[in-house]
């Protein structure tokens, strides 16, 4: 399991970021200074399973998206046994996991679309 640094700042650095999103499993997420933030839309959007870790984080839309389908959560006194937990993941409730993230990814589409009035 490998685990990625600072990417730095500049264009170079924002096509290594989402190179990065695209080539790995799983993207964690830890809260910031905000409530919400795009980097788990983001982990979803390049087919990266988000792992939140976090003990009250209440996922944007969480009364009509399924999140435990597509992201993993752990509580913060987990963090030490992260990488443990993860490798514990059945290869197969991974792939179904990640499945159901790219098939998420259509619900947070970054891409305006017409609305019928």
């Given at each position: 399991?490998?685990?990625?640094?600072?990417?730095?700042?500049?264009?170079?650095?924002?096509?290594?970021?989402?190179?990065?999103?695209?080539?790995n499993?799983?993207c964690?997420?830890?809260?910031?200074?905000?409530?919400?933030?795009?980097?788990?839309?983001?982990?979803?959007?390049?087919?990266?399973?988000?792992?939140?870790?976090?003990?009250?984080?209440?996922?944007?839309?969480?009364?009509?998206?399924?999140?435990?389908?597509?992201?993993?959560?752990?509580?913060?006194?987990?963090?030490?046994?992260?990488k443990?937990i993860?490798?514990s993941?059945?290869?197969?409730?991974?792939?179904k996991?990640?499945?159901?993230?790219?098939?998420?990814?259509?619900?947070?589409?970054?891409?305006?679309?017409?609305?019928?009035?």
């Amino acid at each position: 399991m490998k685990i990625s640094s600072h990417m730095g700042y500049g264009t170079k650095s924002k096509a290594n970021y989402v190179q990065h999103m695209k080539n790995n499993k799983y993207c964690i997420y830890t809260q910031g200074f905000e409530v919400n933030s795009p980097r788990v839309v983001e982990a979803i959007f390049y087919e990266c399973v988000p792992v939140i870790i976090s003990d009250n984080f209440v996922p944007r839309f969480f009364e009509v998206l399924n999140w435990e389908a597509f992201a993993v959560f752990i509580p913060e006194k987990d963090i030490p046994n992260l990488k443990n937990i993860l490798l514990s993941i059945p290869e197969e409730k991974y792939k179904k996991t990640a499945i159901e993230s790219g098939e998420g990814a259509a619900t947070f589409s970054l891409e305006p679309k017409a609305c019928e009035i």
